[in-house]
């Protein structure tokens, strides 16, 4: 049985998800994540990449599941900046999440945010 990717029972570690060039300029794609886990179980969990040429780290990865929508949606949100905080607004409610540290800016909730990075052509993240 799959359950979501839980951080404490997951050794963390810098997953290829895609290549550079299935990324699309300031918009979003969507990947399934599946690690084992400790007892031997496919844990999946699906991720949210964005490419931000405009911004410093170019490349952000979060949750896909918009825990106010309650759906896996946010790979479709609009991407912008919330006074210079890059940001994803869910396609659902429009809330925006920051794609740094994904707390969300209008009400009291949170996705996780994974470190990225960018090596030899292909977009690693670390979860
Ligand atoms: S690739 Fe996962 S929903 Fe599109």
């Known amino acids: ?33 599946a690690k084992p886990s400790e007892q031997g179980e496919q844990l999946e969990k699906q991720i949210a990449i964005f490419s931000i040429p405009d911004s410093e ?16 949606v946010l790979y479709r949100g609009i991407v912008g900046s919330n006074n210079g905080e890059p940001i994803v607004a ?15 800016l209008q009400e009291e909730a949170e996705i996780a945010a994974y470190p990225t990075r960018i090596q030899d052509q292909a977009i690693q993240v670390y979860i």
Do not use: R
Request: glycine share 6%; aromatic share 8%; with cysteine.
């Open 1 to 33: 049985m799959s359950q979501s990717v839980n951080e404490q029972t997951v050794n963390k570690d810098w997953v290829t998800l895609c290549g550079i060039h299935d990324l699309v300029a300031n918009s979003g794609i969507c990947a399934l994540v």
């Open 90 to 104: 869910s396609p659902l409610y429009k809330q925006q999440f920051s794609l740094k540290t994904g707390t969300c």
């Open 57 to 72: 780290e170019k490349v952000f990865a979060v949750d896909n599941f918009d825990p106010i929508g309650q759906a896996n």
